[in-house]
């Protein structure tokens, strides 16, 4: 079996893990019992970029019981549990259709190193890719994007990088490309579709759809009411704190945490402080994100104010540079900084790093103190500025990840049973509310049902869906 992996003996581990996660994984475990024996995603070939957690590993062997074949990295170099990517990789029952998957990722991978794993991620046998991407963030999509791009005569690959990622992806492609010069086209022509966990992967993909060069169909799981009201939302809920406590050890109670950005993730975050007796300041761009916070009771102010008050800041905007370092300059002695948007650039880390009065002193592993020798203060930075929740801690528990995988799941089944022209698709109410009903029994919830008078008088089908199009939730 193929497969890089920090240690492979922690397996044992992974597996009592995976066993206790699928426990909380309703969602998942139904799918299992109800397509197990016919199979939908036989003969899939599935690549997937996504955080290698214990409760990926579910998805993962989710996936695997409906008959996929698999290869998987994670989107993220800090995320992985080794644990669970030893797990899977050893698999359930070797030399069976339960056996290893393999996993191309480990917790502290290199930039380079990540770029290579994701391209290992899609090299099926005998020189075949996917015919379906499981992705989170687009980077196995931007890849897939850059690759066939190139192939077809484009140039980015030989202009200036801007950083190292961007030279790391340069490199993989011209690397791959000189290997092999018809990958990514062959890759195009097998794949059905892809589909996206997260708001900024969505946010990648809708600009390539504006712009006529989105190349194979994709599912926005995102935005599902199941996904991104609940993982984004009570899923950042449960994991922040988590985070910042296991990384600092800091009273929460009586401070004050700013959060940047009031969508899904903020809305989360600020209730997660506020549970903690924090007192929250929220900024905001967009002035109904603002009133929602406002109305909740949240103090919404301009960051030039919330600088000097602040002790936590957590960016959750999927922006850029939010926190930059003349920000950081203004920030109170010891304040901490983290981020739980998608990637490290809401933080302007770099310009830390280049800055020649700022020093770096490392705590722990993803704990950094920054001295500002002109100000003579310090800040903690957490998690080098990329996703706080899946760097210090765990990410989200598996309760929540059922939901947003159970999406998942039912998107691949779709991108492979129907056929679908290349541009973005959003999951059927149908689904969405399935996906919830999946959900329900495990909290010990029960809902009542309508009479067909009453469908009729509300404008509703007696078996849903139970909201028009327009409903926002
Ligand atoms: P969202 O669009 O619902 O919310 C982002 C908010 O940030 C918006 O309200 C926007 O107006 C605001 N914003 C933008 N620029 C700003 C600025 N300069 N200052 C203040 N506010 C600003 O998005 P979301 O679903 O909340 O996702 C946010 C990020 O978190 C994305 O990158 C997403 O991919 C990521 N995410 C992370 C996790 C995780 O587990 N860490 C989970 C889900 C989503
Ligand atoms: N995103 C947030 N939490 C996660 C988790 N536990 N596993 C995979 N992706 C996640």
């Known amino acids: 079996m193929e497969f890089e992996v920090k240690d492979i003996s922690l397996a044992e581990w992974g597996r ?25 995603l036989k003969g899939a070939r599935i690549t997937g970029s996504l955080h290698m957690t214990v409760q990926t590993a579910v998805l993962i062997e989710t996936l695997q019981d409906l008959g996929a074949d698999i290869r998987w990295a994670s989107c993220n170099i800090y995320s992985t549990q080794d644990q669970a990517a030893a797990a899977v990789a050893k698999g359930r029952e070797e030399g069976t259709s339960r056996g290893g998957v393999p996993v191309f990722a480990w917790s502290g991978e290199t930039i380079e190193e990540y770029w290579d794993l994701l391209y290992k991620a899609f ?52 690397k791959i490309h000189a290997e092999d010069a018809g990958f990514w086209t062959r890759v195009v022509e097998s794949l059905r579709g892809i589909s996206e966990e997260t708001t900024t992967g969505v946010l990648r993909l809708r600009l390539r759809e504006e712009q006529n060069t989105l190349l194979v169909p994709a599912i926005n799981v995102n935005d599902s009411v199941t996904k991104s009201k609940f993982d984004n939302l009570y899923g950042c809920r449960e994991s922040i704190v988590d985070a910042i406590r296991r990384a600092t050890d800091i009273t929460l109670s009586g401070k004050t945490a700013v959060v940047c950005g009031y969508g899904n993730v903020g809305k989360g975050v600020a209730q997660a402080f506020r549970g903690c007796y924090t007192r929250v300041l929220v900024t905001e761009i967009d002035p109904i994100c603002a009133l929602q916070a406002a109305m909740e ?80 203060h310090s800040i903690l930075l957490l998690a080098g500025g ?14 929540i990840m059922s939901i947003s995988f159970t999406n998942q799941v039912l998107a691949q089944m779709t991108l492979w049973q129907e056929t679908h022209k290349p541009q973005m698709y959003l999951l059927d109410k149908r689904i969405d509310e399935e996906v919830a009903t999946l959900h329900l029994a495990a909290l010990g919830a029960e809902i009542d049902s309508i009479t067909s008078e009453q469908g009729e008088y509300i404008a509703v089908n007696v078996a849903g869906p139970f909201k028009h199009e327009q409903y926002r939730y």
């Not at 066939?148 to 340069?170: F, P, Q, T």
């Not at 999927?318 to 900084?337: D, F, L, P, S, T």
Request: proline share 3%; with cysteine.
């Open 386 to 399: 990329r996703l706080v929740n899946l760097g210090c801690a765990t990410g989200h528990p598996s309760f």
């Open 297 to 376: 009771g949240y103090e919404v102010c301009k960051m030039e104010k919330a600088l000097s008050i602040g002790d936590i800041f957590v960016t959750t905007t999927g922006n850029y540079h939010v926190i930059n370092e003349q920000h950081m300059r203004q920030m109170r002695n010891q304040a901490i900084v983290c981020n739980i948007g998608h990637f490290d650039n809401e933080i302007d880390i770099a310009s830390l790093e280049r800055a020649s009065d700022i020093t770096k002193q490392n705590i722990k592993p993803l704990v950094d103190l920054y001295s500002f020798e002109t100000e003579g």
């Open 123 to 174: 090299c099926f046998y005998e020189g075949k890719g996917p015919n379906l991407i499981v992705d989170d963030g687009g980077d196995a999509t931007l890849l897939l994007h850059r690759g066939y791009e190139l192939e077809h005569g484009d140039n980015w690959v030989y202009l200036e990088s801007k950083n190292e990622e961007e030279r790391c992806i340069r490199n993989v492609l011209k």
């Open 16 to 40: 009592k893990e995976i066993q206790l996660a699928e426990h909380e994984m309703p969602g998942l475990m139904s799918l299992r019992k109800r397509y197990g024996t016919t199979k939908p």
